[in-house]
């Protein structure tokens, strides 16, 4: 649903679909807003009520919302799954909110992978060039929590890391829309591929300036004055030098993002810097600016949360925490970072449609035989194994290739078997190749139940 104005709430029936971060957030963002008729619809029961507002939950959560004159729905509620199609003309989100709202700079990044690092170095390359900017994630604080848009806040820029989940029948006028990749994700919540990429593409054509893979050229093929970067443009990265316009802008010396595909990410950012520019009256001065600010970030900037974080040397085994990578690709650029001094892994499966043929493909090749399987990966990345108990170790013949492997569904046996089974000197490395919904009642439990028994075993 189109939000012209913040009017638009005024004397409206309201139903807010999902009560969990972002929707706590639109009731406070409603009743600062002094909206009087809220429903709070949720498949969980709530057990803190404010007394005006009215609360649907458990199986009838998604009933009776045609009684509504606007539905503000969560993320992670797909219309395409729970029958919500039939009320796209009510539905809107926080990001449609924020973003028809908002009317200064937001540049947008997405992708299947690797848009938090991307958007973080972009986000500090602009702070240390002492612009005004604000960095809005996919997850975590809610954009209308970061931005008060009732008091007109304003930013030189706005940084907002989109999910795909956020980009659904949203059409905003951006600054910069950036995208940097496209893979098979998300396909239970999109449906099919096609509402995956349709998602992120559907949103170019109305920003001032387009940003875009070469890789995803085919995908937006039917959109005019896109800037494209990476192979073959004027955007490269070659023996340790980054360039613009066959122009060396920068040397990889002393950053501390050493990975191969930060080197991409480095090439990307470049690419949104010189866009910038070109409303800086296309100033050398100020894109070689922005260049040595972003220099600056990258000889200070590791990594962030979760993503190839180095937890600890325990009985001379290095932990490393990916947890945030949650498609093949992003594992296999895991494994192509240490290569051969991988010695155990932690898999996880949740159904997106996944091929993980070339996930395979690269364990045997780095010869990675240690294998913890958390559901249901065990029979979506190997083979069937629901004859194999849960907790107990065995051999497992992969066309030719021996691996070791535990099914389980608690991290603390799979600590307990990376200690066992990893070599001194050799890592064990948790990067899911999938989500891994269904465990946990959050990703975050996930994260910190590796640290902590990782920790815990390590004085045993």
């Known amino acids: 649903m189109k939000i012209n104005n913040l009017n638009t709430f005024k004397n409206k029936k309201i139903a807010i679909l999902g009560y969990w971060l972002e929707g706590k957030s639109t009731l406070s963002f409603l009743m600062k807003l002094w909206v009087t008729d809220i429903t709070i619809f949720d498949k969980k029961n709530i057990t803190e ?33 729970n ?32 848009k938090s690092t991307i958007s973080t170095l972009l986000y500090l390359s ?76 559907n949103i170019i054509k109305k920003s001032k300036h387009k940003v875009v893979n070469i890789e995803t050229k085919d995908f937006v093929k039917n959109v005019e004055n896109i800037e494209f970067f990476w192979d073959s443009t004027n955007y490269l990265y070659s023996d340790k030098k980054f360039y613009i316009d ?23 950012i470049l690419a949104i810097l010189k866009q910038i520019k070109k409303d800086k009256f296309c100033s050398p001065w100020v894109l070689s600016r922005l260049i040595n600010w972003l220099k600056t970030s990258l000889e200070t900037f590791k990594w962030l949360p979760h993503r190839l974080e180095e937890v ?18 992003s594992t296999i650029a895991a494994i192509k970072t240490y290569e051969y001094k991988i010695w155990t892994l932690f898999l996880w499966w949740f159904d997106y449609g996944f091929n993980f043929d070339k996930l395979v493909e690269t364990i045997k090749y780095y010869n990675i035989t240690n294998l913890v399987l958390f559901p249901e990966s065990g029979e979506k990345i190997l083979w069937d194994l629901s004859n194999y108990n849960y907790d107990n170790e065995f051999k497992f013949n992969h066309n030719w290739f021996e691996f070791n492997l535990l099914k389980t569904k608690s991290m603390e046996q799979a600590i307990i078997f990376a ?21 946990w009642s959050w990703y975050i439990e996930k994260w910190n139940q590796f640290q902590e028994f990782t920790k815990k075993y390590s004085l045993k």
Not at 88 to 103: A, P
Not at 247 to 266: A, R, S
């Open 49 to 81: 009520k404010n007394k005006d507002i009215n609360y649907i939950t458990w199986d009838l959560y998604l009933e009776n919302l045609d009684q509504f004159d606007l539905i503000i729905k969560a993320p992670w509620i797909s219309p395409y799954t």
């Open 83 to 114: 029958n919500l199609l039939k009320y796209s003309e009510k539905i809107t989100t926080q990001t449609e909110i924020f973003t028809n709202l908002y009317s200064w700079k937001i540049i947008w990044i997405t992708g299947t992978k690797w």
């Open 126 to 201: 602009l702070q240390n060039a002492w612009y005004n900017v604000k960095l809005v994630w996919n997850i975590w604080i809610p954009v209308l929590d970061e931005i008060d848009i009732i008091n007109n806040e304003k930013y030189d820029y706005i940084v907002y890391e989109m999910s795909s989940y956020m980009l659904e029948w949203i059409e905003p006028k951006l600054y910069i829309w950036f995208i940097n990749n496209i893979y098979n994700c998300h396909l239970d919540w999109h449906n099919w591929m096609w509402n995956y990429s349709n998602a992120k593409i």
């Open 246 to 268: 066959w122009i060396k802008v920068l040397d990889d010396k002393w950053f501390l993002l050493i990975w191969d595909h930060n080197k991409l990410n480095i090439v990307w």
């Open 312 to 329: 600890w040397i325990y009985k001379d085994i290095l932990f490393i925490d990916d947890a945030i990578a949650t498609t093949p690709e």
């Open 419 to 439: 200690y066992k089974n990893t070599e001194a000197w050799k890592i064990c490395l948790l990067s899911n190749a999938s989500a891994s919904y269904g465990l």
